[in-house]
């Protein structure tokens, strides 16, 4: 009975000392399941910084247990100056605010990342290009350097990015992306191996600048004549990696000795049991030969036929590209005879259309000829006028003739001037009104 009065009142005793806490860090004011959070707090509170230190110290104990989210809420909106204050605030009440500020900025900067290497070479046309490589051999394993270019004495990418491997136990594939100057690339890379791997004990992993290293363990220990499988042709910029090659040299030459040993020996029973096949099949060919002397003679007679034939096809082919031309000509008969009857009426036409024209021209003549008869009227009965004159002047030269063999003057010579003064002024009248005419 003593020993339960003693527990409860420790109890008590606990309960007190835990309220007396809670009420150093909150007013009485104030009630915890009243408390803003950190949303209100960013949007209300945060808009006046100089509301910060009120908040803070109005809700001390909701920001000791909630404050990594207030944190990253101001860094994930960009409030940088009231995060600033805050920090500040929080720094001079001792609360410990490192690991939450440096998580939420990570955790952004590589949400950011992420961002960038999604969209970074969306709706580009990337220049794909198999990669430069190089291998060489020991008796366990096979080593493949990849360069991020075309050529070994190129330049090429630094890093590549999205990279893609895929190890098999008889190929190996690498793809990736890149960027060189102005120009993106896609690295392809795939090849089928010669035997097969060992894919758990295989590794990969970055070597110099701009290259990229395979170390692929072989299932059997052994030498391989070569990389790749039976019928696929090495690509023009793979070469052998001499580096690689000198420093198995001595392990390789030992088996390398080994094996045409063994591959003499096998080649000695082969030979033997290889003739010994050929007169076999020398039986069986000259057997065959006699069954088919026949058939090639059938084959003989068949021949000239086959020629014949063949004549003739190129003159079946000939008839059947001139059928649709004739039945196109038949076609068009029709069209030719309504265009024969067609064309007297075009001539008359044309015929009709030349008159006009021509009549058209004759009316401007016609026209000329009327305004011309006026003037040929008026001429007309001028010229027995002329032809008066004409009398006059001829019978006053004969009076001037006689009276100069007679060497006497005449009354009438001042009247014979003056009609020639006159006349000459009566013609320059008439001139002019011919003109007018």
């Known amino acids: 009975m003593y020993t339960m009065l003693h527990k409860i009142s420790i109890l008590l005793i606990f309960i007190l000392y835990i309220t007396q806490v809670k009420s150093i860090f909150i007013d009485t004011e104030v009630d915890p399941e009243n408390l803003l959070s950190c949303n209100e707090l960013y949007s209300v509170i945060f808009t006046d910084i100089n509301k910060i230190t009120e908040y803070i110290d109005e809700n001390i104990y909701y920001l000791k247990q909630k404050f990594p989210i207030c944190i990253d809420l101001l860094v994930r909106n960009g409030r940088l100056e009231a995060l600033d ?38 709706k580009i046309e990337y220049k794909n290009i198999y990669p430069a490589s190089q291998w060489a051999q020991s008796l366990d394993n096979i080593y493949v350097e990849i360069k991020f270019a075309h050529r070994h004495d190129s330049p090429g990418c630094l890093e590549v990015e999205d990279k893609k491997i895929d190890i098999k ?26 035997k097969k791997i060992n894919i758990a004990a295989s590794v990969h992993e970055s070597g110099a600048v ?39 040299q001595d392990e390789l030459m030992g088996y390398e000795k080994d094996e045409d040993e063994e591959n003499d020996k096998d080649g000695k ?12 099949d020398n039986d069986d060919k000259k057997e065959e030969i006699k069954k088919e002397e026949p058939k090639k003679e059938e084959k003989k007679k068949e021949e000239p036929k086959k020629e014949e034939n063949k004549k003739e096809e190129p003159k079946k082919e000939e008839i059947k590209k001139e059928e649709p031309k004739k039945e196109e000509k038949k076609k068009e008969e029709p069209k030719k005879e309504e265009k024969k009857k067609e064309e007297p009426k075009k001539e008359e036409k044309k015929k009709e259309e030349t008159k006009k024209e021509e009549i ?15 003037k040929k009227e008026e001429k007309k009965k001028e010229e027995p006028k002329k032809e008066e004159k004409k009398k006059e002047e001829k019978k006053s030269e004969e009076l001037r003739k006689e009276e100069t063999k007679k060497g006497e003057p005449k009354k009438e010579k001042p009247k014979k001037t003056e009609t020639k003064k006159e006349d000459p002024k009566k013609e320059k009248k008439e001139e002019s009104k011919e003109k007018k005419n």
């Not at 029973?269 to 076999?280: G, I, L, V």
């Open 269 to 280: 029973d082969k030979e033997d049991s290889d003739d010994d096949k050929d007169e076999k």
């Open 360 to 374: 058209k021209k004759e009316e401007p003549k016609k026209e000329e000829k009327k305004k011309e008869e006026p």
């Open 210 to 248: 701009g290259r990229y290293r395979f170390t692929l363990k072989k299932a059997e220990r052994g030498f391989w004549e070569k990389l790749l499988a039976d019928g696929e042709e090495p690509h023009s910029n793979m070469r052998i990696w001499y580096e690689m090659k000198e420093k198995y």
């Open 85 to 122: 204050y805050y920090l500040d605030e929080l720094d001079k009440r001792r609360i410990e605010y490192r690991k939450s500020l440096s998580y939420s900025i990570n955790s952004i900067k590589k949400e950011l990342d992420d961002v960038n290497i999604k969209y970074r070479y969306q």
């Open 169 to 194: 136990e008889d190929s190996l594939s690498f793809s990736g992306t890149c960027s060189l100057g102005d120009d993106y690339i896609r690295i392809d890379y795939h090849i089928k191996l010669y």
